[in-house]
C-alpha cells in the first residue's frame, strides 16, 4: 500500500493498494498527487476499501481507509459526503448458477383465472405467479457498511449519503467493486 496523509484534517488523501504477486504488477508507477482542502465536488477513489468475497463485509485490511475517511469529514465540518459503491460485472439468472448469485428478488404477477362453478355459473379468482431472479448486486448494502463503519468512528450520519449501482461487465478480468466519496 500506498498511502499519502496530509497533516491538516480537512485536505485529501491519497492512497493506492499493488499486487505484487502477479506479474502484472508495474514495475516504477509514477504518481501525481495533489492534497489541497476538500472542496464541494470533489471525488476521492477509496481503493482501499474492499470486502469479503460475496458479502457486505469490509475486510480488515479496509480499516485504514475509513479511519482516513473519517479524518477527512471530522476536518471538514461543513461538508456532507456521498458514498457510492459500483459493481462492474452485474450479473442475473433465473437460478443460482453461482456462488457469487447471493441477492434475490422476486417479482409476482396476479392473473385472474375464470372458472366455472355450475352449468350457468361462473367466477374469477386471482392466481399469483412468483418468479425468483438471483443476482450479484450488493452494492447498496456495501455502501451502507462503510456508512456503518464511518459512523462507528464517530461521523454524524446527518453529513452522510450513500447509493450503489451495478453495470455489467463482460470481460471477467475487468469484473471489480469500486467505491468513491464525493464531497458536497
Known sequence: ELSVEPEQDNYTFYS??????????????????????????????LSGIHFDPQSTNLTSSSGQEVRRLSRL????????????????????????????????????TRIPVTYSIDSVTTATRDSIVVKARYH????????????????????????????GKAVEEAVLEKRKTLVRVIAH
Request: aromatic share 4%.
Open 73 to 108: 469529514i471530522h476536518g471538514s465540518p461543513g461538508k456532507s459526503f456521498s458514498i457510492e459503491v459500483t459493481l462492474q460485472g452485474y450479473v442475473q439468472d433465473t437460478i443460482r448458477s453461482t456462488s457469487d448469485l447471493t441477492e434475490t428478488v422476486y417479482d409476482s
Open 16 to 45: 493506492k493498494q499493488y499486487d505484487l504477486r502477479g506479474e502484472g504488477s508495474p514495475m516504477v508507477d509514477r504518481i501525481k498527487v495533489v492534497l489541497a482542502p476538500v472542496s464541494s465536488g470533489d471525488v476521492l477513489d
Open 136 to 163: 450479484n448486486d450488493r452494492t447498496l448494502r456495501q455502501a451502507k457498511a462503510i456508512e456503518a463503519a464511518l459512523v462507528r468512528e464517530g461521523t454524524p450520519l446527518t453529513r452522510l449519503a450513500s447509493s
